[in-house]
């Protein structure tokens, strides 16, 4: 008989063996190709049992669900919302000095669904009071060298959401050398509107520019990315992006540039971000857990703008009363009278106008250290006291920082002299701060702003940061934190010849991007001109933005002299509009055309739009939700020209609904009460 051959490979967790062997009886060489062939089943079952393992959280009604998978040893995850995939196959992974976790990964275990439901109240927002109901599931995954990482991730109604957490317990500092998140989206016939980061500057810090509207897969313009929230339509599903719950331990992060097939990144801050100043790449002892990746998705706008996700996510409120945190409106001189911060009797004029509207402050702004012209600040803390405004106070937070020379500086940043400011303040009767000019999202930034926050809320003292990075729960966890900037606000009309003739468009894209995430310190309502900068909008789109933006203090920006000039229904409204809101609704609009929001105050209901395109708008807009008996309804419309508004009152019709003419690039009030 011939003698027969076989030569065999097994292989069997990356090591492959090699057997060769001569045998002389063909009976037992069929047999033993038989034994190979089901050996080489088995490994390669328990290689494709390797290769993708997965799990899902789902939401408590089913309409959204995270799907992860590990696929080659590498993770990855996709998002569903009403059966409709919205967020394909994206990667994940986490890279530090002394591990990696972005192949080579294993799963552990994967924990039993932890159902969330809870109830907590805001301060200041869309809603005052806030129901949660989601499900939340963890699984541990491990590396080559046995190190281990777990991914938490929820969903709700509003979407989905996911972090990385490192549960160790460990003194020695590490490094995180890149976070390799990511989103993929689908290319095909769909819009995104995103915000380029934009090089910080001396004067020009990041989150300050136009929601701009581009295909999908697009890359930012520069190296500095896109800034979150990002916002997408896809499948007729509305994705808007954004990151929470921020904390000490890590930087602000954002997107990469370089977005070809809907692959958009999470990056790290710029080495040259404030000055050159911080580290670029967190460090941090373990245990650690990183903000949260939020997806806040549904097939219809409204649900996406009255989300709560932002701060469903953050941490609870911090322990402590805060009882003293009151939302209110404030005057403010600076954006018509730059210099106004240093006059004794112009600020006296704006707290006086405070006075006669019932607004509770009044902003001093940068140099008001060097005050002249009829008293100091402590003799105009004590005027605003006489007349029962509050004050608020505009502080640099540099530093090293910023090389910004507005005054006063150098305190905010040194915990000893912030201190002591703030228990001075205090005793002045002083109200909040206005700290100005961060330039930069890396870590030692995030713990100024914390710091700032902490030692504020001791000295019972609200604050409001400019120049500043994006909302990310905190109002939440810090009740006296009552708006943040990080918008492109009315200051524009000052030097940006672009923003005029954008301003409307602009103005409706932030109610679907920016001020979903957070308070917002626009800075609205001017109906004055800078020369050469003149308005677009009509007075009565103006009149409608504090309204449609959300801000816990709203500082209305406009000359105190300008405001005086105003018909009295307009200067009465002016008064009654809040900046606490118990309910907010979308009632009509989408991005780039126009937004019309309802805000409930108490029993009385405020419904105001704006008109982002130049076409005149005939609309009729139905309230079901209005349950006033006779309700009278304040309307006021946009008139023959742009810088008139028409006022009427009447009671609302039976069908409950409002008829309205919306001009180009204008707006409308109607205030509905008993």
């Not at 993708?52 to 998978?69: C, M």
């Not at 590396?143 to 709700?156: D, M, Q, W």
């Amino acid at each position: 008989m011939l003698d027969s051959y076989l030569l065999i490979f097994l292989y069997s967790n990356h090591e492959i063996f090699l057997y060769f062997i001569m045998l002389k009886n063909q009976k037992i060489f069929l047999n033993i190709i038989f034994l190979v062939l089901i050996t080489i089943s088995i490994f390669s079952c328990k290689k494709i049992e390797k290769q993708v393992t997965k799990w899902q959280v789902f939401s408590p009604d089913s309409s959204n669900t995270i799907n992860f998978l590990l696929k080659n040893d590498s993770l990855f995850y996709n998002v569903v919302s009403n059966k409709d995939t919205v967020i394909l196959n994206s990667p994940l992974g986490l890279v530090l000095s002394d591990r990696s976790f972005d192949d080579s990964l294993r799963c552990v275990s994967v924990s039993s669904i932890n159902k969330i439901e809870t109830n907590y109240e805001l301060m200041h927002g869309k809603c005052s009071k806030v129901s949660v109901e989601a499900n939340e599931i963890s699984a541990v995954l491990e590396n080559s060298t046995k190190n281990k990482i777990t991914i938490i991730a929820r969903a709700s109604k509003d979407g989905v959401a996911f972090r990385y957490a490192i549960t160790e317990n460990d003194t020695v500092t590490k490094t995180f050398l890149s976070e390799n998140t990511t989103f993929k989206m689908d290319t095909t016939n769909g819009k995104a509107w995103l915000q380029n980061f934009g090089l910080t500057t001396d004067w020009g810090p990041a989150y300050e520019d136009y929601y701009n509207t581009q295909p999908i897969g697009q890359s930012a313009k520069d190296s500095s990315g896109f800034s979150f929230p990002m916002l997408f339509k896809s499948k007729n599903h509305w994705i808007l992006i954004t990151e929470t719950n921020l904390n000490e331990s890590y930087c602000g992060t954002r997107i990469a540039q370089n977005c070809a097939n809907g692959l958009y990144k999470v990056r790290y801050p710029a080495a040259g971000d404030g000055q050159k100043t911080g580290l670029v790449n967190p460090v941090s002892k373990m245990p650690w857990m990183s903000p949260w990746r939020v997806i806040i998705t549904s097939d219809t706008i409204a649900n996406v703008v009255q989300s709560t996700m932002v701060t469903d996510l953050a941490d609870p409120q911090m322990a402590g009363n805060f009882d003293w945190v009151k939302p209110g409106r404030s005057s403010w001189s600076w954006w018509g009278e730059h210099d106004s911060p240093k006059d004794f009797k112009r600020l006296k004029a704006y707290i006086d106008f405070a006075k006669s509207l019932g607004w509770e402050y009044s902003l001093i702004d940068a140099n008001w250290d060097l005050m002249v012209n009829g008293g100091d600040i402590k003799a105009l803390c004590d005027y605003a006291k006489s007349q029962g405004v509050g004050l608020l106070f505009w502080y640099n937070s540099g530093g090293p920082h910023n090389n910004v020379t507005e005054r006063p500086r150098d305190i905010m940043c040194d915990a000893t002299k912030r201190k002591e400011e703030f228990k001075k303040i205090a005793a002045w009767g002083v109200k909040g701060i206005k700290v100005d000019f961060f330039q930069s999202d890396k870590q030692n930034i995030i713990q100024l702003y914390t710091d700032i926050l902490k030692d504020a809320a001791a000295a019972q003292i609200m604050v409001n940061f400019h120049g500043c990075t994006l909302p990310r729960g905190w109002n939440r966890t810090y009740p006296n934190l009552v708006s943040m900037e990080a918008v492109y606000g009315a200051e524009q009309y000052g030097w940006s010849k672009t923003f005029p003739p954008k301003a409307a468009q602009h103005n409706v894209n932030l109610v679907f991007t920016r001020n979903i995430v957070g308070p917002m310190d626009y800075t609205p309502t001017t109906f004055s001109d800078y020369k050469g900068s003149e308005h677009i909008t009509s007075n009565t789109h103006e009149l409608a933005l504090p309204i449609v933006f959300e801000s816990g203090i709203t500082h209305w920006a406009d000359r105190e002299y300008e405001y005086r000039k105003m018909d009295k229904s307009i200067l009465n409204i002016m008064s009654k509009i809040p900046a606490k809101w118990d309910q907010t609704m979308l009632i009509n609009g989408e991005p780039d055309k126009q937004a019309i929001l309802a805000r409930r105050s108490g029993n009385d209901w405020f419904v105001a739009g704006i008109n982002g395109e130049t076409m005149v708008k005939d609309l009729t807009i139905k309230l079901p939700f209005i349950t006033i008996d006779s309700a009278k309804v304040s309307l006021f419309a946009d008139g023959k020209t742009s810088r008139i508004i028409d006022f009427s009152e009447f009671t609302l019709s039976q069908d409950k609904s409002l008829s309205i003419k919306m001009a180009s690039s204008g707006g409308f009030v109607a205030w509905i009460r008993k």
